[in-house]
């Protein structure tokens, strides 16, 4: 039985939809209309992240700013989603079945813009050949999902891996409040996590000069 579709909150009442999803700024158009939910168009995502752009509506951040994340990256406080409304973050913590906690594993499988309806460009008179994804680390294998958390934060700067890929880096003390979003197979359960940052270790890079604060 599907999950009906949640409520749209406010600062999404202009996003177009999507079978009553909203269709996240950050994720790839296909040409024939539909929309790639498991992959973020990589431009979009970056400037997101250096510009305080909300991945779901695309509207400028306002504290607080959520980051979304599994347990390891509430470990490092190092994430890989661009930041969030307070407001979009529940709402994803709802539509999204990963967040949401209904999946027990990350597919591994090819995702649409990979395949037959991302061959076409979305933009009319492109020559480009189809979608290219900029970004091969957003392809994850079949591997078992992990709890996902929302951290609360006054600020973050940001940096590139090793790979190239621009992640968001926070500190414990510009931390407000995390909350358990879900855990895998047993689903959204939304609660505050008061010892969540016990395990923080800081990550092995520098940020980059210029980052957001």
Known sequence: MNEPAPAIPATCED???IGGLVRPWVNIELAD???DFRVQHRGRAEQSITRQLCQVCGKKLR???VLLGEAHHLRRLMFVEPPLHPECAVYTSHACPMV???MTHHPGRATLSEGPRGATCPTDGCNCGGWVNHNPS???EDRPAEPWYAVYVAAYSHA???NGSLLVLTTPAAVLRVRLVSRPG???VWISVNDALKDYQAPEFHTSPGGDS
């Open 15 to 17: 996003r177009p939809t």
């Open 33 to 35: 209309g539909g929309l």
């Open 63 to 65: 504290r607080p700013i």
């Open 100 to 102: 949401a906690g209904r």
């Open 138 to 140: 957003q392809r994850t």
């Open 160 to 162: 590139r891996d090793q």
């Open 186 to 188: 047993e689903g959204r």
